[in-house]
């Protein structure tokens, strides 16, 4: 059975396994997602490949209960955004937590997981999601 | 680089989901006698993967610990080997994904193992082979398992999930625990087995016990001892596999090492029978602990059936290489969910 869906998937290996994105050798601001040009030096700027931290905080979160196509079944779960050391900012899941320890400003890092698996046929998706660290 | 170059472990990494259920909760829900239960197994609780755990992302996490704490180049890895019996697929490594994540490849020498809950030590030694000739810097050995069980089946009140990731190495500065030798014993013995489509793996019941279990864990503990000339009394530590809490505290009596040298590494009692994890996790903690000249018996079981028995021997460098992530903290630090949830964590994904 082919799936055509993975070339796209296998592509995105290193950001969502190692948080492989990158970083304006002009003004010196990362990205992630990599961005194909730098939003701030436009034609000035230069890109080079960056791993990001896998340390940061919760700037905001919320607790799903209503989720989309293919995660209905993990609900409640928490969504946050989620601020890296170095100031990049990202959507992530947050797993491991009793719900009182999710916090605005609570320390996180960076774990790995499985995302997503269709049904038993398909291949499994893994990548970051974060964890409270105390 | 001689063939005398001290081959030995240089960094460690252990990983342990907080999730915990006392055995106790597993018994009242097919109405059994936790207490009883508990004291004839030595195990009060084990610990549970989330659902979007498996063995990968097991194995993925004890390597992290392992190269990040131990401050080992994960490019100059020459060979990876994850040894486990959930294998989240059965036809695709687990190994090229641990090797990707920690950012290993793709220079790299990589496949998965299976050998019961010996195939993690089954690495260690490939990786101890390779290094030793000289064809690798460093090789990664994990032994990671989501362990599955029937439910109200026996073992469903030992099987755990959890791992451990170690690096062979021979590098003078870096070598914390030298591995003096290794030894296997192997025997056609069916005492637990999985056919490929089954969800669950069968066992023989008692059967695992005397012919199994112990005929080999003794045997190549005895072996290797004689082979170096090596008693019981020489021993600081001594690591079996531990399907429940009761087996190595005999085996450990039978081949004569006092209960204080077994304890350290007899983790089944709170954190229940992490397969291709049990005994290298107990290792970890042995060598979190441990200090200069301390000399420690391994000895792996994996049903089929052998035993991979390591003599190692601990160097001046754990006095500044050692480990951030203890064995002991992640075994502490615990969320106890009940069955209904244990239920729903184990099935939600399918593993
Ligand atoms: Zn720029």
């Known amino acids: 059975m082919s799936n055509y869906a993975l070339p796209l998937i296998w592509r995105k290996f290193p950001e969502r396994y190692n948080l492989l994105g990158n970083k304006c050798t002009n003004c010196g601001r990362s990205y992630f997602p990599s961005r194909k040009i730098c939003p701030n030096c436009r034609r000035k700027g230069h890109l080079i490949e960056e791993v990001m931290p896998k340390e940061g905080k919760i700037i905001s979160f919320t607790k799903v209960f209503s989720a989309p196509e293919g995660f209905e079944e993990e609900v409640p779960y928490f969504l946050a955004i989620i601020e890296l050391i170095n100031g990049v900012r990202l959507l992530a899941q947050i797993v491991d937590n009793e719900d009182h320890k999710v916090l605005i400003g609570a320390k996180v890092k960076m774990v790995f997981r499985k995302i997503s698996e269709k049904d038993e046929e398909s291949p499994i998706a893994y990548g970051y999601k974060f964890k409270i660290v105390e | 680089m001689s063939l005398k170059a001290k081959v030995g472990i240089v960094g460690y990494g252990v990983y342990i989901p907080p999730y915990r259920i006392k055995i106790e909760d597993i018994a009242k829900a097919w109405g059994k006698d936790g207490n009883d239960i508990s004291k004839s197994l030595n195990v009060y609780e084990k610990a549970v993967a989330d659902f979007d755990e498996d063995a990968c992302t097991i ?43 920690i950012n290993a490849g793709p220079d790299l020498m990589c496949a998965d193992l299976q050998f019961a809950c010996k ?28 362990a599955q069980s029937r439910p109200n089946d026996a073992l469903e009140f030992t099987a755990a999930s959890g791992g ?188």
């Open chain 2, 59 to 101: 194995a993925v996490e004890a390597a992290k610990n392992a190269v990040n704490d131990f401050n080992i180049d994960a490019q100059k890895i020459g060979a990876l080997y994850v040894g486990s019996e959930s294998h989240p697929y059965a036809v695709k490594p687990t190994a090229s994904i641990v090797g990707d994540a």
């Open chain 2, 119 to 146: 195939a993690g030590t089954a690495g260690m030694q490939i990786c101890y082979g390779l290094v030793k000739a000289d064809l690798i810097e460093y090789g990664m050995a994990i032994g990671a398992d989501t």
């Open chain 2, 164 to 351: 451990a990731a170690f690096i062979i190495g021979k590098n003078e500065e870096e070598v914390i625990a030298e591995i003096l030798d290794t030894y296997s014993y192997t025997t056609d013995t069916p005492d637990f087995w999985r056919r490929p489509k089954a969800d669950y793996p069968s066992h023989a019941g008692r059967f695992t016990g005397e012919p199994a279990y112990f005929k080999h864990v003794i045997s190549a503990a005895k072996k290797i001892m004689e082979k170096n000339n090596l008693h019981s009394k020489d021993f600081d530590y001594v690591v079996f596999h531990q399907p429940n809490g009761k087996f190595p505290l005999r085996a450990a009596d039978i081949l004569d090492f006092e209960k204080k040298k077994v304890e350290p590494g007899l983790l089944t009692p709170f954190i229940g029978n992490t397969y291709s994890g049990a005994s290298i996790v107990g290792l970890a903690a042995v060598l979190d602990i441990s200090k200069p000249e301390n000399m420690i018996l391994l000895v792996s079981y994996g049903s089929g059936a052998g035993s991979d028995a390591f003599i190692l021997k601990v160097t001046d460098n754990i006095k500044n290489r050692y480990s951030k992530n203890k064995v002991k903290d992640m075994i502490n630090s615990k969320v106890y969910i009940d069955y209904i949830n244990y239920i729903k964590h184990r099935k939600k994904i399918k593993g």
